[in-house]
Structure formats: C-alpha cells, structure tokens
C-alpha cells in the first residue's frame, strides 16, 4: 500500500511566522504535489516536483516555496504566514507512469490544517 | 470555463436509491480518468479507474465517453457509508503528471 504522510494534522501559527509542512511518501514516486484545499474552491495546485530538485508552480504559488532535497520527501514553507493562508494542505505523490503508459493516479497524505492567527 | 467541470449537488437520495454523476473535461489530450471519494474533513483516496471499455466494482460503474468529452459514475442500491464527495480526476501528458481535479459533487444517503 501507498503511504503518504505528513508532518502534523493540525497547525496553528502566528501571522509572520515561517511555517515548514513536510511530507514523506514511501512508494520511490517520481511526482510529488502540494495543494490547498478550500470550502468552495476545490482543490487547488501550489507547487509540484517532477524529480529531486526540481520544482515547478502550480497555480497558486505566490507566499509559498518548496524543497525537495530527497526523492521521498517534499516541503512546502510558508515565509511569512498570512491569515489567508489558512487552509487544508495537502500532499500528493504518484508514479511517472502507470503500467499502461499513462499518466498515473495520486495518493494523498492525510492533510494539515493549518491556523493562521 | 473549468477544465473538468461537474455538478456541485448535493444529491440527496435515500438508502437503496440508483444515483449517477456526470464530469465533463475540455482537453481532448486527456488520457486518464479517475473517480476519487473524499469524506467530510479527510483526504481524497481513489474509488476506481476509467476506461474507455467502462468497468464496474461491486455497486459502482465508470464509465467514459471520449467523443463527448465525459465520464460518469452510476451507484447501485446506495449506502448510508456512500455519503461523501466524489471527485472527478483528469490526467493528461500534455500536463506533465499533474492532474486535473473537478470541484466534487457532494452525496449524502438517507435512511
């Protein structure tokens, strides 16, 4: 079985604040993905990483960055935290490709909730 | 427009009940398709694969229509544990491994 984890389930950080949320996966995938996820605005893509090192913007990437120094673990920080970075976050990995050659499916980490006060 | 576009609901069906949701998606490039569940506070977890061929497992039904650019879910003789939201999920090359998630369509199975 797939297993995704992160760091903590719930988070409460002051305005300002760096904030690191990390996230392991335990299955050698090649894609790791970060998003938030929103009442009303579904899931939306931060950032998402290809291979180790390399990094590329989502959809939404402005206020955060992301690390990804090993193959199994993926970060996203928060540099200065903001009270509209409340949110559900959560990671995502999944192989290159599936056996039939396409695009495979993700498996996701059990969420952080994260507080801004 | 969204790229995978599918009704918000919320379906509220009773226990026993047929229901079906329908997602369209826009790139005609997409190459896989997925239904996924996500209950109330939890993360999406994978509820099965489409194919073009259709395929079923158990009660549920996937179908996928690429001329018409949709896929759909049928779910038989529902559950009061089928309460939930199902997102639609479309996957294309020309996306470099990302996925394209629809908004879900809430489900809740009444007694």
């Known amino acids: 079985d797939v297993k995704v984890t992160q760091s903590s389930r719930y988070l409460v950080k002051r305005t300002g604040e760096k904030v690191f949320l990390e996230c392991v996966q335990d299955?050698?995938?090649?894609?790791m993905f970060w998003y938030r996820q929103d009442p009303g605005l579904g899931l939306r893509l931060i950032y998402f990483?290809?291979?180790?090192?390399?990094?590329e913007k989502g959809d939404i990437p402005e206020g955060y960055s992301v690390s990804r120094e090993k193959k199994e673990r993926f970060s996203l920080i928060l540099e200065s935290a903001s009270t509209n970075q409340t949110s559900m976050y959560l990671c995502?990995?999944?192989?290159?490709?599936?056996?039939?050659?396409?695009?495979?499916?993700?498996?996701f980490g059990p969420g952080t909730r994260l507080t801004v006060l | 427009r969204k790229e995978v576009e599918q009704d918000p609901g919320p379906f509220n069906v009773p226990e026993g009940a047929t229901v079906a949701f329908n997602c369209t998606y826009s790139n005609s490039a997409s190459q896989s398709f997925f239904w996924y569940r996500q209950d109330c506070r939890k993360e999406p977890k994978l509820l099965m694969s489409v194919y073009s061929s259709g395929n079923e497992d158990g009660r549920f039904t996937a179908q996928l229509n690429r001329a018409s650019q949709y896929i759909s879910l049928l779910i038989r003789d529902s559950k009061l544990s089928d309460s939930a939201t199902y997102l639609c999920v479309v996957n294309s090359y020309t996306n470099a491994g990302k996925s394209t998630f629809g908004d879900g369509t809430t489900l809740t199975v009444k007694p």
């Open positions: 990483s290809y291979d180790v090192k390399m990094k």
């Open positions: 995502a990995s999944s192989s290159l490709r599936s056996s039939s050659g396409t695009p495979d499916t993700q498996y």
């Open positions: 299955m050698d995938h090649e894609n």
